[in-house]
């Protein structure tokens, strides 16, 4: 008798239970968004027994490496409203942003986990506090007014307005070449995209005065009142750099991808030659420094429809972060 069949029943025996095993430890959405609740949960009530993490798991607050339970976990936060979820079932990640309260006094927060054999084995967070009154904006009232995210990030896209993970990525990428580059027409900004910042809109909103002033004294341009395309074609950006672009979190389904950066504000000098205006500089003489940033990317059919930024700024200047 042949030994084929036998050999071919054995290996058929294996992948059954090697596709078996990785069922077992696949994390889809729900399962995804599940842990995000739980960890949020938990951190509300700061107790990290309910929370099952890996004997090393990585934990950060602002690109800075803490043993698991110190930092925030020490107040609890409570989370408001507004809340964004994206899942990425294939790297086995999710991602919240969001407004929560700390103490007496609200923040936008952004949080990354990583589930390996159904334990947290990453956590990656974004708080800025009371540091959103500093840096080039003021943005420090953004947080306690927010009520609801917009529904774009919770809504699934059609078949036809997917695209693969390759090219999300690519569009978000390719905003921070148009910051770098001074150019918008590189970017694949739907018409009617809408930027967000650390709760405030700063994308067609010409009720917040961008800062900065001309050393000639005459009025400068309100760079916020204007659309996505518009404001990148304007350079006001060109004094900036993006480095450590990471995109640990594409979410197919909703067309959604986060980006993990570290933004370099003035490193390429003080000032902007702003088109048809002239030279734009700080209030105050200020030196180069980073923002630790996370932004999430809304890509329907191709192009970007809305983006969410969640960021603070460092005291000093760093290209890379520790992930």
Known sequence: MSKKPAVAAALLLSCVRLHSSFAAESCERSCLESFANRYLTALAAHDTSGVPVV????YTENQEILPFGSGIWRTGAQVGSYRILAADPENSQVAFMGNVKVG????MMALRLRIHEQKISEIETILPGSAAASGTFDLSSGAGNLKAAR???????????????????????????GIERGSGDIVPFGNACIKVENGVQLIRNPNFQS???????????????????????????????????????????????????????????????????????PKTSTQPYSLVAVEAFKVRAGKI?????????????RLRGVW
């Open 104 to 107: 007496d006094s609200w923040s």
């Open 151 to 177: 529904p774009a990030f919770a809504t699934n896209l059609l078949p036809a307005e997917r695209r693969d993970r390759s090219q999300l990525v690519w569009s978000a990428d390719l905003h921070y070449e």
């Open 305 to 317: 429809e809305e983006v969410e930024a969640i960021f603070t700024p460092l005291k000093t200047l």
């Open 55 to 58: 004997a090393n798991v990585k």
């Open 211 to 281: 800062p900065g002033v001309s050393p000639s004294g005459k009025p400068v341009p309100n760079f916020t009142a204007l659309s996505c395309r518009d404001q990148f074609n304007t350079h006001i950006w060109d004094t900036d750099r993006i480095t450590d672009r990471r995109y640990p979190v594409v979410d197919e389904e909703r067309g959604v991808v986060l980006a993990f950066v570290m933004y370099n504000q003035y490193i390429k000098g003080p000032c902007s030659d702003v088109v048809d205006y002239g030279t734009v500089c």
